[in-house]
């Protein structure tokens, strides 16, 4: 199982972003997937999962400002990432949990004030 994260670049305060996670199998058939995040010097952190019933769960910081979703048709999740901020610098990455859990390649996020 591969997932191939995408989309992280330089964006000013206030921007937006939107990372793709593509599956290399049917979306649909992981538990959950999700996004992660760390940033320079901090532990891992959770930012978005979406269980296969369809619901999500996000961090604190991230709420009202961050969506996940998926499109099965393309076995691919995305993060929309809106009124970013400084502090949401960090390398991202996409999580998917079958039999275990797999890590896609993060995508860094940089976020300028």
């Known amino acids: 199982v591969q997932l191939q994260a995408s989309g992280g670049g330089l964006v000013q305060a206030g921007g937006s972003l939107r990372l793709s996670c593509a599956a290399s199998?049917?979306?649909?058939?992981?538990?959950?997937v999700g996004w992660y995040r760390q940033a320079p010097g901090k532990q891992r952190e959770l930012v978005a999962v979406l269980s296969a019933g369809g619901g999500g769960t996000y961090a604190d910081s991230v709420k009202g400002r961050f969506t996940i979703s998926k499109d099965y048709t393309k076995d691919t999740v995305y993060l929309q990432m809106n009124s970013l901020k400084p502090e949401d610098t960090a390398v991202y990455y996409c999580n998917g949990r079958l039999d275990r859990e797999y890590w896609g390649q993060g995508t860094l996020v940089t976020v300028s004030s």
């Open positions: 199998r049917n979306i649909l058939s992981f538990y959950d």
